[in-house]
């Protein structure tokens, strides 16, 4: 696999290219606390009166952009978990493909934005259904290691919708021995 450094260029296009690489593989610890952080202000926004939820649900979207773009280069969620939490957690990385990690977070920005949008519209309660169904799928990766957004890549992966180029070390990630 291919490591595209945090911080640096990769000089493979340029400083703008580099700008908004995702690194590949990614530390599955870190993806882990950074979903625990999802689950913990997904539930400090659901549990939130409207304008505050409207505004934390800005804040997560924002989130997931960030690490949409560069992974968690620019993410203060991915900053923490890179070098204060998953290092507590695990003094080896266990290092599993990026761009699955990267299709689950862009899930995971579709699903933010949808529940910001709601709560603009004044629609609070069906706001509140989509961030539960994010906190679910946080939970499952961050509590079960279970990345749902990866198992969407890896069924699209496998019917053809995504290119095996795509991600060619984890066109049959499902048959890997457990690390």
Known sequence: MNYVSLDEDSGRGGALKGAFEFPNPVNDYAARCTAALVVALAVVTIASPQPVATWLAAVMAVG???????????????????????????????????????????IGFTFSFIAFALFLADFGLAARIVLGALTLAALAESALGF??????????????????SVCVECANIWNRPAA
């Open 64 to 106: 997931f952009a960030l690490r949409v773009a560069g992974g968690p280069r620019y993410s203060p969620f991915g900053r923490l978990s890179v070098h204060v939490l998953a290092p507590r957690v695990a003094r080896e990385p266990k290092l599993v493909p990026g761009p699955p990690k990267r299709f689950a977070q862009t």
């Open 147 to 164: 990345c749902l957004g990866c198992w969407i890549f890896a069924q699209l992966q496998k019917t053809g919708i995504i290119p095996e």
